[in-house]
């Protein structure tokens, strides 16, 4: 009879993961808590982006850097989202690869988000002079 019930709690603890990995593969799962959230996205960018953006954020080329809030493609977590999912056009920018669910896509952005927490605003673009007649 033990030998029947141990089986039947392997078999049910098996089901339960199986199907927590089901969840977690269709994006269901439930959200993750900030920490468990950025320790994702940091494991996403070490795998693919570090390689470009450097594991401070400063990137190999200026327009690369993530530590200021000069991005070009706009710096709200839905314009890093839509970056990340579409990459971007001429550049060199590809579009995020992998088995990845929209909770790992929105954990990177939270993570890459952090290097430009304590930038200044961007500088207003100066306006002209009025011409001289």
């Not at 033990?2 to 969840?23: D, P, S, V």
């Not at 993750?32 to 994702?40: C, E, P, S, V, Y």
């Not at 070490?46 to 493609?73: F, I, Q, Y």
Request: with cysteine.
């Amino acid at each position: 009879m033990i030998r029947y019930r141990n089986a039947f709690a392997l078999a049910l603890c098996a089901l339960t993961l199986a199907a927590a990995g089901w969840a977690v593969r269709q994006g269901k799962a439930a959200p993750q808590t900030d920490d468990a959230a950025l320790a994702r996205g940091k494991e996403i960018y070490d795998a693919r982006c570090k390689a470009c953006h450097r594991s401070d954020g400063k990137g190999t080329l200026e327009e690369m850097d993530l530590t200021d809030n000069v991005w070009k493609n706009g710096n709200k977590p839905e314009d890093i989202e839509k970056v990340i999912r579409e990459g971007v056009k001429g550049t060199g920018m590809r579009p995020i690869t992998g088995d990845y669910t929209d909770a790992d896509i929105k954990a990177l952005v939270k993570y890459v988000l952090k290097f430009s927490a304590d930038a200044p605003p961007p500088a207003a673009e100066p306006t002209k002079p009025p011409e001289a007649r």
